[in-house]
């Protein structure tokens, strides 16, 4: 079976002390689950979730495909593997529209990402002009395979891809669940035609739309949504162990 993972990206939101004051309240506040709990703290504050322990599985918010070099600002996969990082976030919106990511950068991130042993959270998009377009099916369905293109049908269950709407991340609109549903099941069925339906069914698929603790359950309860990518939502531990309840009561019973 497929995880179910409920993630917390904190983008630049933390400092150290912060985190660990964070970490604590929502250890303090969430409830008990089978699923997956990650949280994408910044750089700086990694170390602090690592040494947070259960039930937290860490990620980095982003990589280089180098190991090492010259580049200035970057920092490696050895270096995040060393400090217990179990996952990166690879090309998510906020990186290809500010920092220049590119579909062949995401994909040099998403193969050196599987060859150190971490999971990428692969994410694509569609900007609002293409959803309105109608373009947004090739849209996406290009961005998973430029992402995927070198990966083997034994790497890709170790992928996790996240479907973060571009027009509805900080805005406070969420896709409903059905257009989330529609999507991921699409690329349930992209997943099956680059690979076979096997493979496909056991590849976690995220939504990344502003996911919050009223929207949650009908999000997660549909067949193709195995989670969330979570952003504001997962600073504020009530709101975060809502949204963990909710994968709860619609996604399977307790431990």
């Known amino acids: 079976m497929r995880r179910i993972i409920l993630a917390g990206n904190w983008k630049m939101n933390q400092t150290p002390k912060q985190a660990k004051a964070l970490l604590e309240e929502l250890k303090n506040s969430l409830p008990a689950t089978r699923h997956t709990v990650a ?9 602090q979730a690592v040494a947070a322990g259960e039930p937290f599985l860490v990620g980095a918010q982003n990589c280089h495909f180098e190991d090492k070099g010259a ?9 995040l593997s060393e400090i217990g990082v179990k996952a990166v976030i690879v090309g998510h919106s906020e990186r290809r529209q500010y920092f220049g990511e590119t579909d062949e950068t995401v994909n040099k991130k998403t193969l050196a990402v599987l060859r150190a042993g971490l999971t990428p959270v692969v994410c694509i998009g569609e900007t609002l002009p293409q959803r309105e377009s109608g373009a947004y099916a090739d849209v996406l369905k290009g961005q998973l395979c430029a992402a995927l293109s070198g990966v083997s049908a034994q ?17 406070g609109v969420t896709a409903s669940a059905q257009q ?13 035609l680059l690979y076979d339906a096997d493979r496909a069914s056991q590849v976690s ?35 975060f162990a809502a949204i963990v309840q909710a994968a709860n009561e619609v996604k399977g019973a307790l431990v």
């Open 39 to 47: 949280v994408f703290p910044p750089y700086l504050a990694l170390t």
């Open 71 to 79: 580049f200035t600002g970057e920092i490696s996969l050895p270096m």
């Open 155 to 171: 790497q890709v269950p170790y992928v996790v891809v996240a479907y973060e709407p571009v027009w509805a991340i900080g805005t």
């Open 180 to 192: 989330a549903e529609e999507v991921c099941a699409m690329l349930r069925g992209q997943l099956g």
């Open 205 to 239: 698929i995220l939504y990344g739309g502003s996911m919050n603790a009223g929207n949650a359950a009908s999000l997660l309860e549909m067949e193709n949504i195995d989670g969330g990518l979570i952003g504001g939502a997962s600073l504020k531990p009530a709101e």
